[in-house]
């Protein structure tokens, strides 16, 4: 499961020779990692490519496509070289896959040699790792939390789950509390910290590894915090692209960063959401959250063609004297099954918010905990080496109850 950087601001021209990549390099423009990106697609292959630059500044990045053979791709690449500033980037989509003439475009300058069948989301991760900083060799994962509705325990879910990632995954997870002026993370993990989110929100240009790392506050091994002042006076109009820089930046210091986004539904909610390799959807078992999950999962699945859809968290079931929407009826208005269910106990949860404490950390909390920890495998994209060695182990112990049973 390879992640995505965000695109810094770039232009980009592509000249498609089929109709059926044309609609791909459209859907590539899409993709909300290429918001910051000025991106023109146009038919005519390399004839178009040719024309268009003779006249103009050459873009960033040229995507052209070219179905002929080895020979004349050649010649085509040497004229298009003519009308090309030695500084810009050319990708080439091609009909001929041989090892060959890959290494002779790569000797002519060419950054990269391409051969169907791709999908939209290859050619984004081309891109972005054409303009990935040399000198950063990771790029975190992003996992939005949000809710169908306020009070499903966004917050409270998303702490539990950073919290479960970084001891199972054993890999260091940031959790970072956008609830600016009701963030609760920093009671939670008893904490606090004398910066927060507004500081990113107001830094600026000096936005970058060094200024986020002074935002972080360890609240365990491996796991980290930026959390909201929480403070009503802290909450001003946020411009939409406000938390880019701050995000870019966190990226390139733990492999897993875990948002926890507030209520509401404010433009810069809506970027977060789309740029994230993952969104996680909270919901609980009623009328309203059906309704709003729907919305939402409908919305996030048609934005984010190229991305896993959001995993659905159904919450707080089994709530005494609530009636309910059974699981299966939720699922299948839904159009899709939870992730996990979580039922909700009342003294389990009861205790940790009272006393300031993780959910997972109270007595009794298996039934919590182990949900959490395959989610935390499932989201990082890797096997569960508990569950996998239970499954190595299971033909045996099955012949083994067999011969004594």
């Known amino acids: 499961m390879t992640n995505i950087a965000p695109l810094p601001p770039i232009t980009i021209s592509a000249f498609c020779e089929k109709p059926e990549t044309y609609h791909l390099i459209l859907k590539v423009a899409a993709d909300p990692r290429m918001s910051r990106v000025q991106m023109h697609v146009d038919l005519g292959g390399v004839a178009a490519a040719r024309e268009a630059l003779s006249d103009t500044p050459t873009p960033s990045l040229v995507i052209i496509e070219s179905s002929d053979n080895r020979d004349i791709l ?32 790569m000797d002519r300058g060419i950054s990269e040699y391409m051969v169907q069948p791709f999908s939209p989301a290859d050619v984004v991760r081309l891109i972005s790792g054409l303009y990935a900083n040399p000198t950063q060799r990771l790029v975190g994962r992003v996992i939005a939390v949000t809710g169908a509705k306020g009070g499903v325990g966004v917050s409270t879910f998303a702490q539990n789950l950073a919290a479960s990632m970084a001891r199972n995954l054993q890999a260091h997870v940031i959790l970072v509390d956008m609830d600016i002026p009701f963030g609760t993370a920093g009671l939670n993990f008893n904490q606090e910290p004398v910066t927060s989110l507004v500081d990113a929100m107001e830094g600026g240009e000096r936005v970058d590894i060094n200024f986020v790392e002074h935002l972080l506050t360890s609240c365990e091994e491996n796991l980290s915090l930026v959390s909201s002042p929480a403070l009503v006076e802290s909450a001003h109009d946020v411009e939409p692209d406000v938390f880019d820089a701050a995000i870019d930046a966190l990226r390139a210091i733990a492999p897993f960063i875990i948002l926890d986004l507030p209520h509401g539904w404010p433009e810069w909610k809506k970027n977060v959401l789309l740029s994230a390799e993952d969104v996680v959807l909270v919901v609980e078992p009623d009328l309203a959250n059906l309704r709003n999950g729907k919305n939402l999962i409908e919305y996030l699945v048609g934005q984010r063609p190229n991305d896993l859809n959001p995993k659905l968290i159904l919450n707080r079931c089994g709530l005494q004297k609530r009636p309910e929407i059974s699981l299966a009826d939720f699922s299948k208005a839904m159009g899709m099954k939870p992730a996990i269910v979580l039922a909700h106990d009342t003294r389990l949860f009861g205790t940790a918010a009272n006393h300031g404490q993780l959910v997972i ?6 039934k919590i905990a182990e949900p959490l920890r395959q989610l935390s495998f499932t ?25 004594f049973g």
């Open 74 to 105: 050649i010649e085509q690449i040497d004229a298009l070289a003519d009308v090309c500033d030695p500084g810009s980037k050319v990708i080439a989509i091609g009909a001929v896959n041989d090892i060959t003439l890959y290494r002779e475009l």
């Open 361 to 366: 950390d109270q007595e009794g909390a298996a």
């Open 379 to 403: 989201l990082a994209g890797r096997a569960d080496m508990q569950v996998s060695r239970f499954s190595m182990l299971a033909p045996w112990l099955g012949r083994l109850r067999n011969a």
